[in-house]
């Protein structure tokens, strides 16, 4: 992953978790709590794609297992958070830019479903059976419905700053120089047209014929490109 991947990454995972452990735990909501840190993951992956998601998976978990008040075995949760990522961002859309939230919405309540069954399933091999005394089904239920109704509000702001940690600024200072360019050449036309304003004769409405002729030129090999 690179530099500002990894800053933005960190940054956003941080926040997540200080929000989910000191706010949102302590609503006391009926069933499951809503899980703000796999919404950052999730809206990660959809832009870094498996591979990223996966290591934002990976790194978000193991620090949610190692985050006080962890009640678990250190690595539980970056397991299925590594898993989840992964296959989040296989839903990655091929350019980049999403057409519908349809698809974000699905990809939502599959990942609470499936988190919830893969912590439960990871639980039920090191002997937690936390899960059947709280209820799987309700558990289920209330994931989902909790992270549905809270990722409208977080799935598209991290996706957006994760879209523009991705610009590459050698290219945005080779575009802005290529403007600088075109801009000057505008400019330099105008002038010539000016100065031969200020001249007049017959020499003067040919230079401004041809300078017309020249930015039609140009605007239409503008519109081309």
Known sequence: MRVNRILLSSALVVVALVVQVSVLARLH??????????????????????????????????????????????????LVLCVIGYLAGLAKPENGRLRSATGPMVVVVAAAIGTTLLYAGVGALVGDTAARHVGLPSLLFTAALYDLLLAPFVVPGIMALARRAE???????????????????????????????????????????????????????????
């Open 29 to 78: 909501l009926p069933g499951a709590v809503p899980d703000l840190l796999l919404l950052t993951v999730l809206g990660l992956a959809l832009v870094y794609g498996h591979v990223g998601g996966a290591l934002v998976g990976f790194g978000a978990g193991l620090l949610a297992d190692l985050a006080p008040p962890a009640d678990h075995a250190a690595g539980r949760y970056a």
């Open 167 to 225: 610009n590459d600024p050698l290219a945005e200072t080779g575009s802005g120089a290529n403007s600088a360019n075109i801009s000057s050449g505008w400019l330099s036309s105008g002038t010539g047209l000016k100065i031969g304003g200020q001249r007049g004769g017959l020499g003067s409405l040919k230079t401004k014929a041809r300078t017309r002729t020249a930015r039609v030129g140009r605007i239409k090999g503008v519109k081309r490109l």
